[in-house]
């Protein structure tokens, strides 16, 4: 049974530009939510996907914008990419009659230069 | 505002001594209190819960407390050992919908001397 994978591992990016990132939740899960980490820091939640609908949103800018699949799998879209963009970014799943107990993904680290 | 903290960037224990980890909420009032375990380049990995109408929970050389009325819990590895050395998260669902947007704190980097 696989986990939560994401994709890429690892991305550069120039300020001003725009980044996709991929997440295929835990097999069963019907739940996807990203978080950002910067270095040293907690994981910052962002938004929710359930249903194909954003359900919850933490406090980020518009640039931040996502989208879930009939097959749950999720992006995370970010325009408009600042040097404070930069952090590992993670992807967890649930299952939204389950346990509340939250699966992540090995992340992506994107740097921005 | 809002926040969650955790007692120390890190802590050094000796193997086979009890790490205490601590993590101190305000203006919440949380149905329940997570912990994850994060090792360096990796996402949180879930070790356990605990809801607002318990007290203390255990698994194998876990324990977690809960103090609704200290805004506190403690997470506690008993027989500690190198391979505990780890950052340890504590998180919140602070919006009580259930819908799993958690809160984290900044962590606190366990290194267990051998």
Same mark, same amino acid.
């Given at each position: 049974?696989?986990?939560?994978?994401?994709?890429?591992?690892?991305?550069?990016?120039?300020?001003?530009?725009?980044?996709?990132?991929?997440?295929?939740?835990?097999?069963?899960?019907?739940?996807?939510?990203?978080?950002?980490?910067?270095?040293?820091?907690?994981?910052?939640?962002?938004?929710?996907?359930?249903?194909?609908?954003?359900?919850?949103?933490?406090?980020?800018?518009?640039?931040?914008?996502?989208?879930?699949?009939?097959?749950?799998?999720?992006?995370?879209?970010?325009?408009?990419?600042?040097?404070?963009?930069?952090?590992?970014?993670?992807?967890?799943?649930?299952?939204?009659?389950?346990?509340?107990?939250?699966?992540?993904?090995?992340?992506?680290?994107?740097?921005?230069? | 505002?809002?926040?969650?903290?955790?007692?120390?960037?890190?802590?050094?224990?000796?193997?086979?001594?009890?790490?205490?980890?601590?993590?101190?909420?305000?203006?919440?009032?949380?149905?329940? *209190?997570?912990?994850?375990?994060? =090792?360096?380049?990796?996402?949180?990995?879930?070790? *356990? *819960?605990?809801?607002?109408?318990?007290?203390?929970?255990?698994?194998?050389?876990?324990?977690?407390?809960? =103090?609704?009325?200290?805004?506190?819990?403690?997470?506690?590895?008993?027989?500690?050992q190198p391979a505990d050395s780890a950052t340890y998260l504590c998180a919140l669902d602070i919006s009580r919908t259930g819908r799993r947007a958690l809160t984290f704190g900044s962590g606190t980097r366990l290194q267990v001397q051998p």
């Amino acid at each position: 049974d696989a986990g939560v994978t994401q994709s890429p591992t690892h991305l550069i990016k120039t300020r001003g530009q725009q980044v996709t990132l991929r997440c295929s939740p835990k097999s069963g899960h019907d739940t996807v939510s990203w978080y950002q980490q910067a270095l040293g820091q907690g994981p910052q939640f962002i938004f929710q996907y359930y249903e194909e609908e954003e359900r919850q949103r933490g406090n980020f800018p518009d640039r931040f914008s996502g989208h879930q699949f009939p097959n749950y799998s999720s992006e995370l879209n970010v325009n408009a990419l600042l040097l404070g963009d930069s952090a590992l970014y993670l992807c967890a799943s649930s299952f939204r009659e389950g346990s509340y107990e939250q699966y992540f993904g090995p992340g992506t680290r994107l740097t921005v230069t | 505002s809002q926040k969650i903290e955790q007692n120390s960037e890190a802590l050094n224990i000796q193997e086979g001594k009890t790490a205490t980890l601590t993590c101190n909420y305000t203006n919440y009032s949380p149905a329940y *209190l997570q912990w994850y375990r994060q =090792d360096p380049g990796r996402g949180p990995v879930f070790l *356990l *819960l605990i809801r607002e109408n318990e007290k203390e929970k255990r698994k194998e050389r876990l324990k977690v407390t809960f =103090d609704t009325t200290l805004k506190q819990s403690l997470f506690h590895i008993t027989a500690s050992q190198p391979a505990d050395s780890a950052t340890y998260l504590c998180a919140l669902d602070i919006s009580r919908t259930g819908r799993r947007a958690l809160t984290f704190g900044s962590g606190t980097r366990l290194q267990v001397q051998p």
